[in-house]
């Protein structure tokens, strides 16, 4: 069965660096979501992306976070220079046809992210 | 408050049990979710349902819109049903944004 790809599965960078956290979703999907968890607390909405734009972004994702799909393949998510806060695991996630029109949600196994 | 409330926080049951997981929700939605968040980590889909009641094997999830809550109901439950029970709502107008509750953990025993 398809599946999303997370890479790669723990990341630990120093605080002030620049992350990219890499997915590559379901080949036929067209809609792309990520997602946090700061551990011990519930799964946040950051943003998703449709037709190579940002369709919908929460609070959370301010101008330090971006996200791009350089290629026919990887959906990318980049916090330009990461704060401890930023520690948490980020999901990647896939829809055919978006979750507003009733296609279901492929999650990755997530990245964790640790700031030092 | 949020807008999203899971009952109970924590479950322990005997494999063989009928488990109940509940979710109350504040806001006008166009459809609910319950992920599994397995022990590693990883998420998967369970059900998405917008009325009435699905079944999938031996988890039933059903919704009341009028109440605004919905149950996960697991038959015969098993050890390797434990795991945390997550509910989502997405929002009435053409939103992609979901809004997660903070999750049940349910531990099965043999």
């Known amino acids: 069965e398809p599946e999303v790809t997370q890479t790669p599965s723990h990341q630990v960078t120093q605080m002030g660096q620049e992350v990219i956290l890499r997915c590559v979703p379901i080949?036929?999907?067209?809609?792309f979501y990520w997602y946090r968890q700061i551990l011990g607390q519930k799964v946040e909405f950051l943003v998703s992306?449709?037709?190579?734009?940002?369709?919908?972004k929460s609070e959370i994702f301010d101008d330090q976070f971006s996200v791009e799909r350089p290629d026919g393949s990887n959906f990318t998510l980049k916090i330009r220079s990461t704060k401890l806060e930023d520690s948490a695991m980020y999901f990647c996630?896939?829809?055919?046809?978006?979750?507003?029109?009733?296609?279901?949600?492929?999650f990755g196994n997530g990245t964790r992210l640790t700031v030092t | 408050k949020n807008e999203v409330e899971q009952s109970p926080q924590n479950l322990t049951a005997q494999e063989g049990e009928f488990i109940t997981i509940n979710c109350s929700y504040s806001?006008?939605?166009?459809?609910l979710h319950w992920l599994q968040q397995h022990p590693g980590g990883g998420i998967v889909s369970l059900f998405m349902?917008?009325?009435g009641k699905k079944k999938h094997g031996r988890l039933i999830a059903t919704i009341n819109i009028q109440e605004k809550h919905s149950s996960l109901h697991i038959t015969a439950s098993h050890p390797r049903d434990s795991a945390v029970y997550i509910c989502?709502?997405?929002?009435?107008?053409?939103?992609?944004?979901?809004?997660f509750g903070t999750g049940t953990r349910l531990q099965v025993f043999p």
């Open positions: 996630a896939s829809s055919e046809q978006g979750i507003s029109r009733g296609s279901p949600l492929h």
């Open positions: 080949s036929n999907h067209l809609y």
């Open positions: 992306f449709y037709n190579n734009e940002i369709s919908e």
């Open positions: 806001v006008g939605i166009s459809a």
């Open positions: 349902l917008s009325s």
């Open positions: 989502a709502v997405l929002g009435s107008y053409n939103t992609d944004k979901l809004i």
